[in-house]
């Protein structure tokens, strides 16, 4: 029996080293988070759920009664009429040697019948219309992982080696680079700007809002790129930079406890005078059961950044991909259909 002891012990280590990681654990939908959420009504009411295209990547833009989707095939969106629910594939890129630069990760902004089609590596924005017709293709030096159409331009978020995780540049409606515009950054480590985070546009008062994924905070920046102010969501993590805990056994081999990362702040949209936030973090007042399915968003002013109360999509977590608002509608995009909501 002695000689299996060592056995046994080896065998059950990496158990109970996951146990205790997981234990460990932080958890942000712990109870005794420190805020309340205010409901403004009950659950917000499903008006239409359409079938999806197998596909389906992300969504690319609303306007004039339909929605726009990239797709995983390259140069392609997909249109779907918010009416009845009936699907086109458009081909608006045939080049083949643009169409081979693309890699799996590259995003599409559909605005004004005009595409936007970004991708990381290498850093190539190509403008066009649905047509087909490219009119303008410009090559960033440095890969970028987030852009945003504004009234004047664009805005870039960067990836910088030596400078935390990200940066934030202005470029003209060319894309190049506008030298004048300082580099907002923030490598302070209080996950503000060097963290992964939203980037929207305001074209209200032509303000750009970045809030953190991984923070509570929200920065507003003017046209010039300067900080307009720094507000928060309710919630009351400063930052949150736990992804999974490890370690390392005397073989080599890592245990981890599985942990998934916890975002704070999972998605945003403007619609009219206000900001929609998704969160991650659940808040006393809230059910574990139902905040662990339903779509929750907390609603604040554009004007001060001031909460003024939260509304949920029941059961709408499960499949979820993203979502945005639109004429006072949040459309939901899931792994095989959309799903419509109106906001009251």
Known sequence: MKKWIPLIICLLLPVGVICLLAA?????NKSGNGFRRTWLYDMITKTNSFAILPTIKNIAGVEH????FSSKEKGVA???DLSNGNQESIKFLSTPNLINQLDASNQLIVRDSTF????????L?????????VSSIVKLKE????????DSGMIVRKFIPGVRDQALYKLNSLGEMLTTAPRITDDNGDGGLSTEGILLYNNVDKSTMYIGRNSNRVTVLNEDMTIKKVGKTIDTFFTNRYTASQYQLKSGNVV???APIQYINIGAAINADFLYVQSGVRSDSDDRN?????????VYSLKNMEYIGSIAAKGVKEKLRSWVINDNRILVLKSSTLEIYDLK
């Open 116 to 123: 936007w089609l970004y991708n990381s590596t290498p850093a």
């Open 256 to 258: 981890t406890n599985g």
């Open 65 to 68: 009664g339909f929605i726009y």
């Open 78 to 80: 997909v249109r779907l």
């Open 290 to 298: 139902s905040f662990s399915k339903d779509l929750v968003l907390d």
């Open 24 to 28: 460990a654990a932080p958890d942000i």
């Open 143 to 150: 890969p970028f992982t987030k852009l945003v159409l504004t």
């Open 125 to 133: 924005i190509i403008k066009g219309n649905l047509k087909g017709d």
